[in-house]
């Protein structure tokens, strides 16, 4: 018994105890099916307050996703989720110690902001850069597991100094370091992605919407049913016509139940009959598309019914008759 013991403190975890690459991708794979399926089961209790929430039922998945893999990813569950479990494999910090609950929800925090959220309320420049800030910090994830052979650590292992190892790994960490040089591209790549996107965002942001539709879209936010409203103009060139095709794209998304086709039709005719009589240029617009949608997005699972319709503006005048 104390040889054992002995041998486990000279033990060491090394470079052959991290040596493997889809066994971590298999298991994420295999616990997000698990959430999704959870999620799935719950929203069919809590449908109608999912939906009432809007983008911010993602805060439900996200919380739910922070109870499986904080819990299990730490010493209470062994540093496994069921899907580290299934593919022989843990989570430990530098010492090869499991991870604290604090610790271990942290790093999945980071992950979990990353991958599954996705929330955009508003299309302004702070959620604009809140969203870029969370895909640079994706794109550090992938870039690190991709790339760092050297411990195998993804950003946010990194930034918990915690590690991914063989199930029966057992001892302190002996790893080389990361080379700086994997630091100074992330970097690059990252602040890169802000500029660019926020510059993007600039660009296209400035008079894409004429006030008047903005304004429409003021007056349908009023409307209790709709919990979100979204107006954009899309200018398509068509070369074989040579000409540009301007199409007003809206999408509503609903409270109540849409009941069938005749429900959707009602609250269709409603938004393009405040888009005509209020936004002046409507009837020199070739098409206008309207989606009516309800459901909800949790992150790790989403149940959504939408209701399509594209007519030319001339169409649409004449069913308002």
């Known amino acids: 018994m104390l040889i054992e013991e002995d ?10 105890d991290i040596n493997f690459f889809w066994k971590r991708i298999l298991a994420i794979i295999i616990d ?30 996200f ?23 299934l593919t022989k494999i ?7 110690e499991y991870l604290t609950v604090n610790k271990s929800c942290l790093r ?22 809140f969203n870029l800030i969370l895909f640079g910090i994706a794109g ?11 411990t195998r650590q993804a950003l946010h292992d990194i930034i918990c100094n915690s590690y991914v190892v063989q199930s029966q790994a057992v001892g302190k960490v002996r790893l080389p370091r990361i080379a700086k040089r994997h630091f100074v591209i992330f970097s690059v790549i990252f602040f890169a992605t802000l500029i660019l996107g926020g510059s993007i965002f600039q660009l296209f942001s400035s008079g894409v919407i004429p006030s008047e ?16 409203v979204q107006l954009n103009i899309d200018n398509n060139y068509q070369e074989e016509l040579d000409e540009m095709i301007r199409t007003i794209q809206v999408l509503v998304n609903v409270k109540e139940q849409v009941r069938d086709e005749a429900a959707a039709k009602e609250i269709k005719e409603d938004v393009i009959e405040k888009i005509i009589n ?19 997005d949790l992150g790790i699972f989403s149940d959504w019914e939408r209701y399509n319709q594209k007519l030319s503006t001339q169409e649409w005048l004449v069913r308002l008759e």
């Open 7 to 16: 041998n486990q403190e000279l033990a060491t975890i090394g470079q052959e």
């Open 32 to 61: 997000i099916f698990i959430l999704g399926l959870t999620g799935s089961i719950v929203g069919q209790f809590f449908i109608e307050q999912f939906v009432k929430l809007g983008s911010w039922a993602q805060g439900i998945g």
């Open 63 to 85: 919380m739910m996703s922070l109870l499986y893999f904080g819990i299990l990813n730490s010493y209470l569950g062994g540093g496994q989720t069921l899907g580290k479990r």
């Open 90 to 96: 843990k989570v430990v910090n530098h010492q090869g």
């Open 108 to 129: 999945f925090s980071i992950f979990g902001l990353a991958f599954l959220v996705n929330i955009l309320p508003e299309i302004n420049f702070f959620w604009i850069t």
């Open 140 to 150: 550090g994830i992938v870039y690190f597991y991709l790339f760092n052979t050297d």
């Open 213 to 228: 539709l903005k304004e429409v879209r003021e007056e349908l936010y009023q409307v209790d049913n709709y919990l979100t």
């Open 278 to 296: 209020e936004y002046h240029e409507a009837s020199e617009m070739d098409y206008i598309e309207v989606t009516v949608a309800r459901g909800y």
